[in-house]
């Protein structure tokens, strides 16, 4: 599975910018795609991840802010992101999870990320 990501770009606080990422898997579903962050100096931290299903989990504080969606192209995911903070500059990396039967475990895959930079 190939992730590319594309929508970074550097906005003044308070505007919205829109990621996107189209995975690259044939013939099924992802189970999980999503989106992590790593600020300078910091740890990857979660943004937001959402299920085949439809079920969304946000990193703390986020939600209400960003909003993740998949859309009905197979195997894509977006992150608006609105109201953004200096605080939210980042790396964003897109993340898929996905259960391999082949291999019989859960296999994750990352993107090469993308800037997104806030500025006050």
């Known amino acids: 599975v190939q992730l590319q990501a594309s929508g970074g770009g550097v906005v003044q606080a308070g505007g919205s910018l829109r990621l996107s990422c189209a995975a690259s898997?044939?013939?099924?579903?992802?189970?999980?795609l999503g989106w992590y962050r790593q600020a300078a100096g910091k740890q990857r931290e979660l943004v937001a991840t959402?299920?085949?299903?439809?079920?969304?989990k946000y990193g703390d504080s986020l939600e209400g802010r960003f909003t993740i969606s998949r859309p009905n192209i197979q195997n894509s995911v977006y992150l608006q992101m609105s109201t953004l903070r200096p605080e939210d500059t980042a790396v964003y990396y897109c993340?898929?999870?996905?259960?391999?039967?082949?291999?019989?475990?859960?296999?994750?895959?990352w993107g090469k990320g993308t800037q997104v930079t806030v500025s006050s």
């Open positions: 959402i299920t085949s299903g439809g079920s969304t």
């Open positions: 993340y898929a999870r996905h259960y391999s039967t082949a291999y019989g475990k859960w296999m994750d895959y």
């Open positions: 898997a044939d013939g099924f579903s992802i189970n999980y």
